[in-house]
């Protein structure tokens, strides 16, 4: 057997049992160490191919593989909480600050009739005793209260000057009904004596530790139902 054909038997099938092989093999001590390398190399190759893989192998791959997605979805989850998380933080302070800056009584008060003018057409008859009970739990370091009835009363409820509890009503004027907000002093209101827009007028004036204001339609007498609701303080 020549020399290419042993080597390519050799490397085919070192483990070769044909006598022709096994002679050819015989015939060197180069062939031996040749032979006996390659047959090591097979061993070594079978050895590692022959390891057992664990039943619940396949199981713990998928496992991981959905660990991997999990964690990697946690992590696009926290990224898009910490920016609503951050979007609210800003909205929040933006909010405060907006409370803490100067508010402009009188405007915020036109604001309040327009946006509750369903409050002009109610008539519950309040009566001055009810309007004291929601006086005593405004904010005020001096008792505010009525001593008579101011007239008649239409409507009485709370309402929030940029988070200032404060008072609303709506009284008969002289021919028409008059809007009446009252909130206690905090040194951020800002009132002017007269303010008005298209569609009302209004006075504000300080009394009692509070802020009046009234408003009325643009015709409407809103210095009549001020002597009113004044004679009627203490």
Same mark, same amino acid.
């Given at each position: 057997?020549? /020399?290419? +054909?042993?080597?390519r038997?050799?490397?085919?099938?070192?483990?070769?049992?044909?006598? /022709?092989?096994?002679h050819a093999?015989?015939?060197?001590? /180069?062939?031996?160490d040749f032979v006996?390398?390659?047959?090591n190399?097979?061993?070594k190759?079978?050895?590692?191919?022959? @390891?057992? =893989?664990?039943?619940?192998?396949?199981?713990?791959?998928? &496992?991981?593989?959905?660990?991997?997605?999990?964690h990697?979805?946690?992590?696009?989850?926290?990224?898009?909480f910490a920016m609503?998380?951050s979007?609210?933080?800003?909205?929040?302070?933006?909010?405060?600050?907006m409370?803490?800056?100067? =508010?402009?009584?009188?405007?915020?008060?036109?604001?309040? =009739?327009?946006?509750?003018?369903?409050?002009?057409?109610?008539?519950n008859?309040?009566?001055?005793?009810d309007?004291?009970?929601?006086?005593a739990?405004?904010?005020?370091?001096?008792?505010?209260k009525?001593?008579?009835?101011?007239?008649?009363?239409?409507?009485s +409820?709370y309402?929030?000057f940029?988070? $200032?509890?404060?008072?609303? &009503?709506?009284?008969?004027?002289?021919?028409?009904?008059?809007?009446?907000? @009252?909130?206690? &002093? /905090?040194?951020?209101? $800002?009132?002017?004596?007269?303010?008005?827009?298209?569609?009302y007028?209004?006075?504000?004036f300080e009394?009692?530790?509070?802020?009046?204001?009234?408003?009325?339609?643009?015709?409407?007498?809103? +210095?009549y139902?001020?002597?009113?609701?004044?004679?009627?303080f203490?």
């Amino acid at each position: 057997m020549d /020399e290419l +054909t042993f080597r390519r038997q050799a490397y085919g099938e070192p483990n070769n049992r044909d006598p /022709e092989f096994l002679h050819a093999t015989m015939q060197s001590a /180069e062939r031996k160490d040749f032979v006996y390398d390659l047959k090591n190399l097979d061993n070594k190759i079978e050895k590692a191919l022959s @390891i057992n =893989v664990p039943s619940d192998f396949a199981a713990k791959l998928l &496992l991981r593989q959905q660990l991997q997605q999990h964690h990697q979805r946690q992590g696009k989850t926290r990224f898009a909480f910490a920016m609503v998380a951050s979007v609210a933080f800003l909205a929040g302070m933006t909010f405060t600050l907006m409370r803490m800056g100067p =508010v402009d009584l009188g405007q915020h008060a036109l604001a309040h =009739v327009h946006h509750e003018d369903k409050a002009l057409l109610l008539d519950n008859n309040v009566q001055y005793q009810d309007v004291n009970f929601q006086l005593a739990s405004l904010d005020t370091t001096a008792a505010v209260k009525l001593s008579q009835q101011p007239g008649k009363v239409y409507y009485s +409820t709370y309402c929030d000057f940029q988070g $200032v509890k404060s008072l609303h &009503l709506v009284m008969q004027g002289k021919k028409d009904k008059v809007t009446v907000f @009252i909130v206690p &002093l /905090e040194d951020r209101m $800002v009132l002017d004596e007269a303010f008005a827009d298209t569609l009302y007028k209004g006075i504000g004036f300080e009394t009692n530790n509070t802020y009046m204001l009234m408003i009325g339609e643009q015709n409407s007498d809103i +210095t009549y139902a001020r002597n009113q609701i004044e004679q009627a303080f203490i």
